[in-house]
């Protein structure tokens, strides 16, 4: 199974604030890679997908890049109702999708 | 906007087996996939399989294969999971999602609201 690995597992940060989340891969997944935002006591929604490209609906602070094994998620200018746990996803190795451990971002 | 509606929460014994559902709101059905995945107290998310509601096909994760089975009802436009010889490590809320191709990459587009399963003697 392909390993995903976010850094950091938890970060505090305020409002207004630009923050950037890593996921790396076990093994190079090209652009297969989707980031989901995760609130409490809801499913995740899909902010991300192919590395690189918003999905409908995501406001533009959102940003995503790399490709292979190490990918980034940005956020610019957090907003309140962004805090929350985000998850990388690998789709390379389907239909043996893995997530990673998931980043719990907070209000500092 | 098309919403995926999920059967309400279950208690279970160890040993015994669950069905969770997952409807779909509107007429299409044969043209989506579905993926379960599920996420244990505090913990994060696990894929357990899928199945092409049009020709009934699956696939699974190694770590469940044996005790889950994912099947469909084409006639009620409904997808299920069934987890057998629950387990206390089993007690999480499961997902369905459905299965969207974007850009050539598979994601997990829509979410429905959640199971929660219980296993407790």
């Known amino acids: 199974d392909i390993q995903m690995t976010q850094s950091p597992s938890s970060l505090s940060a305020s409002v207004g604030d630009r923050v950037t989340i890593t996921c790396r891969a076990s093994?190079?997944?090209?652009?297969?890679l989707n980031w989901y935002q995760q609130k409490p006591g809801k499913a995740p929604n899909l902010l991300i997908y192919a590395a690189s490209n918003l999905q409908s609906g995501v406001p533009s602070r959102f940003s995503g890049s790399g490709s292979g094994t190490d990918f980034t998620l940005t956020i610019y200018s957090l907003q309140p109702e962004d805090f929350a746990t985000y998850y990388c996803?690998?789709?390379?190795?389907?239909?043996?999708?893995?997530f990673g451990q998931g980043t719990k971002l907070d209000i500092k | 906007q098309v919403q995926f509606v999920q059967s309400g929460a279950e208690v279970k014994k160890p040993g015994a087996s669950v069905k969770v559902s997952c409807k779909p709101s509107?007429?299409?059905?044969?043209?989506?996939?579905f993926h379960w995945v599920r996420q244990a107290p505090g913990q994060g998310l696990e894929w357990l399989g899928w199945?092409?509601?049009?020709?009934?096909?699956?696939r699974y994760s190694q770590k469940f294969q044996g005790r889950v089975a994912i099947t469909r009802d084409t006639s009620a436009r409904t997808a299920y999971m069934e987890l057998s010889g629950l387990r206390s490590e089993d007690t999480a809320v499961y997902y369905c999602a459905r299965d969207q191709r974007l850009r050539g990459v598979i994601t997990f587009d829509l979410w429905g609201q959640g199971t929660l399963v219980t296993v407790s003697s």
């Open positions: 509107g007429n299409t059905f044969i043209s989506y996939a």
């Open positions: 199945i092409n509601a049009g020709n009934g096909n699956t």
């Open positions: 093994q190079s997944i090209s652009n297969y």
């Open positions: 996803q690998q789709s390379y190795n389907a239909p043996m999708y893995t």
